[in-house]
């Protein structure tokens, strides 16, 4: 027997979530921005930036509580690690 499903209990879609490389983000920023959407044009550019700065900061070695001034010697107090 097939289990009915009510359109209620899907979950929302978010085309954000299907863009799985750079040549699919690029293709999807640009129709939005196409389309003038910036709602939806930070929706989708957020969660990637967020992506590429903390990449950014392993790949430098800035500690995410530090400021980059931090690794020039100045400021930086890291709380003991519990």
């Known amino acids: 027997m ?3 499903i009510s359109v209620s209990e899907l979950d929302d879609f978010d085309m954000a979530r299907q ?3 750079e040549e699919d983000i690029a ?3 640009t129709m939005v921005i196409e389309e003038g ?3 939806e044009l930070v929706h989708v550019l957020v969660p990637y930036s967020q992506k ?3 990449k950014n900061k392993k790949l ?3 500690h995410s509580g530090c400021s980059g ?3 020039s010697g100045i400021g930086c107090r890291e709380s ?3």
């Open 60 to 62: 430098s070695g800035i």
């Open 69 to 71: 001034l931090a690794h």
């Open 2 to 4: 097939t289990k009915k």
């Open 19 to 21: 863009l799985k490389n």
């Open 80 to 82: 003991p690690r519990r």
């Open 27 to 29: 293709a999807y920023v």
């Open 37 to 39: 959407d910036a709602a």
């Open 52 to 54: 590429a700065v903390k």
